[in-house]
Structures are given as C-alpha cells and as structure tokens.
C-alpha cells in the first residue's frame, strides 16, 4: 500500500481511501462513505447514466447553505468470462485502477482525482469515487464553440495531439469516448480524461490497439464535430505521433465502419438498453 493510503473493512467491502479524501473535511469523508455504500447496496438512488459494464451516479455532498461538493460514485459490475477467472490471479481491481491514475498523473496527464475504491469481498463488484475535473465534457465544449470554428478547429487538433502524448508514453486508454473528455478554457485547450479502469500501459505497443482510440472517439454522431472535423484530429494525432496522416486515416476509417456496422447489428438483435452510448450532453 502506498503512502497515505489507508484501507477499511465495512459493509462486505474492502475499501482503498486514497490520501486526495484526506482534503475533504472529516465529515464529508464520512458522508461519501456512507453514501457510496448505500449506492452499492442499491439504496442509493437512480444512476446518472449506464453502460455495459457500469452505472455511474451524481451526489452532492455537504449542504447548499454550507456549500456542496460534487462527486461521482461508478459501480461496476463483476467481470465475466476469462476476466473473471484473471481476477483470482491479480491483484485487485481497484489497486490497479489508482496504480494507472497514479501513472498517468506522473507522466503529466490531468485526470479525475480519485477520492476512493473498493472491491466487495466475493462478487467481484468494483466502487470507483472521483471528484469533478475542470472544464466541461467535449460534447458540450462543441455546442458552446459553435459561433467559434477557429476556437473549435484548434482545440480538435489539441485534442488529436493530446492522445498522441497519451500513446507515446505508452498509455492506451480503455474507453476513449468524447464523454470522457473534458476540456478547460484557455489557449491551447487543456484535457482532462476520466474513467480509467481499462486504460492500460501495454508491452506490445501495437498499432490497432492505439487506433481503436480514435475509433471511440470518432465514432460518435455529436453536434459541431462533423467529418472534416474528425479528419483534423486523426491528422493532428498523426502528425505528433510521426506518421503518414494519410495512411492512418484509411486505418481509422475502416476500423470505424467496421465499429458502425457491429453497434447496427448489436442494436437490431438486442433490446434496447437505458444510457447506450448514444447519451446525452
């Protein structure tokens, strides 16, 4: 265990309390806590949004009066197949997500503080708590850049160069949607990139594995992002990665109908599901 680090057992649950809970106060500590443990327990309140793997939820904490603090409470579900037998022979899921945000925050990238993790003791069930990053999630950035094409053409290609660092220091993250993205205000844009529990710092560096970060990102029908717009970021991630921008658009393009034509015929054999990913800004 790291320093500062400090684990509890409650409630069925073996929880990870990273030293960024110790800056909240005390009682808000104990509030989050409480909270995320009911939300475990499915007393909690209504999702924010799920996914395949996963349901995230909002929570204030605190009061309006004395002020508030919001986090965001992710519980994922237990691993399947393969994934669940790996599970006995690894150290636990959530030592190994704050292991990756730890990397990623000393390789220089801006992620979503984690305030604290769990595992529950049987089921394989993983609780993730982060606090808000600053900024707003791409999507609503490129409603809000409407009335501003140069502010949004240079953040697109910030964006492009921005994954590029990602991939050179050997990051690949696990589900790179605009979703995930944030992006602050000022001249070039600045990133943050949220949910973590699949990036990954591989050995074998291949190449489909980095693209398929630009398929998740482009695959996604989003108001002010059309496709010249993704042909900019995926020239922008080729130019910083020192490549032939041409022959990885031809890569990204056909991967992404590939994608496309898998998410049609997943959506026309399978009920429809509440928070697909076709969510909401």
């Known amino acids: 265990m790291a320093a500062g680090q400090a684990r509890i057992e409650r409630d069925g649950w073996s929880l990870l309390l990273p030293p960024a809970l110790a800056e909240l106060p005390a009682k808000l500590g104990r509030e989050l806590i409480d909270r995320a443990l009911k939300i475990a327990g499915g007393t909690g309140g209504e999702p924010l949004r799920r996914s395949r793997h996963a349901s995230t939820y909002q929570i204030r904490l605190g009061t309006p009066l004395a002020g508030e603090t919001e986090v ?27 292991a990756t945000v730890d990397a990623l925050v000393a390789a220089g990238f801006a992620v979503a503080p984690i305030l604290m993790l769990g595992d529950e003791h049987g089921s394989g069930r993983t609780l993730m708590v982060t606090a808000r990053v600053a900024g707003e999630p791409l999507p609503r950035f490129l409603l809000g850049a409407a009335g501003a094409p140069k502010r949004r053409r240079e953040a697109l290609r910030a964006l492009g160069a921005e994954v590029a660092r990602l991939h050179r220091a050997g990051f690949v993250h696990g589900d790179l949607t605009p979703y995930n993205i944030f992006v602050a ?35 996604f029908e989003l108001e002010g992002m059309g496709r010249t717009d993704r042909i900019r970021i995926v020239a922008a991630y080729s130019r910083a990665m020192g490549g032939m921008p041409r022959r990885v658009m031809r890569r990204v393009a056909a991967m992404l109908s590939a994608r496309r034509l898998r998410d049609t015929v997943k959506e026309e054999m399978e009920p429809a599901r509440g928070g697909s990913w076709r969510r909401p800004v």
Not at 78 to 96: F, I, N
Not at 200 to 214: F, K
Request: with cysteine; aromatic share 4%; proline share 5%.
């Open 185 to 219: 205000s000022g001249t070039p844009a600045r990133f943050s990139l949220i949910d973590h529990e699949r990036t990954a710092r591989p050995r074998l560096r291949w190449e489909r594995r980095r693209l398929r970060n630009l398929v998740q990102l482009c695959r």
């Open 72 to 98: 965001f409470v992710k519980l994922l579900d237990a691993p399947r197949g393969l994934k669940s037998v790996r599970r006995l022979a690894m150290r636990s899921r959530a030592e190994r997500m704050l």
